[in-house]
Nanobody, 118 residues
């Protein structure tokens, strides 16, 4: 079955940066678009970014465009998400997902918590 394990979250100061990783197994990573989703307490999921099979085409939500980068290492079956200029509003649980849209929650990992606070 799909297994996605995120890591790299934690407490970050405003203006700081983060790099999240997602180790994938249980499916053919190289044949799957991938994406990042986040969910803040009391709010619905927010799609953040997606990447194509080869990693040469990416898409971003307006909320993170220009300050984030999604990337993948197909040799390591790993997805990454880097974001800078972090704000308290970026506090959320961050999930990687199989597929470009993350519509099916069964294709999400367990998430990693990111808290932006001084």
């Amino acid at each position: 079955q799909v297994q996605l394990v995120e890591s790299g979250g934690g407490l970050v100061q405003p203006g700081g940066s983060l790099r999240l990783s997602c180790a994938a197994s249980g499916f053919t990573f190289t044949k799957s678009f991938m994406s990042w989703i986040r969910q803040a307490p009391g709010k619905g999921p927010e799609w953040l970014a997606a990447i194509n099979l080869g990693g040469d085409d990416t898409w971003y939500s307006d909320s993170v465009k220009g300050r984030s980068t999604i990337s993948r290492d197909n040799a390591k079956n790993t997805l990454y998400f880097e974001m800078n200029s972090l704000k308290p509003g970026d506090t959320a649980r961050y999930y990687c997902a199989r597929g470009a849209t993350g519509d099916d929650r069964r294709d999400w990992g367990q998430g990693t918590q990111v808290t932006v606070s001084s």
